[in-house]
């Protein structure tokens, strides 16, 4: 299956594309700080997932896997932050953890999948 067709890729990825938009009213002193820190967060979970597909072996696989799980709770970090800095409205916040916590769970779920298997 060709990583487009993922899911979890198709649902990460639209979320780091809200995480572009919400940061781009951010002010202008955090462009170098948490909005870049957010976007590289955001961005690195469908990347992850990206490269899974290049890897060879289940212990690849699974550790690709595990950065993007990292990615995801990096960028939920930073969310919460923006909301609590004011930056983020809450009901923008809630939306966005809405998504992030869907596709953690899909991401959990692969992984116990592919454990289960070792």
């Known amino acids: 299956m060709n990583w487009k067709e993922l899911t979890v890729w198709q649902k990460s990825h639209q ?3 809200e995480v572009y938009k919400v940061t781009s009213s951010f002010p202008k002193e955090e462009i170098y700080t948490l909005v870049s820190q957010l976007r590289r967060s ?3 979970v469908p990347a992850n997932i990206v490269e899974v597909q290049s890897r060879n072996t289940t212990k ?3 550790q690709f896997l595990y950065n993007a799980r990292g990615s995801l709770e990096e960028t939920r970090y930073h ?3 923006s909301r609590d800095l ?3 409205s809450p009901f923008g916040y809630e939306d ?3 998504g992030y916590e869907e596709v953690s769970k ?3 779920r692969l992984i116990s999948r592919i454990e ?3």
């Open 42 to 44: 955001a961005t690195l």
């Open 96 to 98: 966005l953890e809405a």
């Open 79 to 81: 969310l919460l932050l």
């Open 86 to 88: 004011d930056y983020l």
């Open 15 to 17: 979320l780091a594309l």
């Open 60 to 62: 690849e696989y699974l």
């Open 106 to 108: 899909m991401l959990n």
């Open 116 to 118: 289960n298997k070792l």
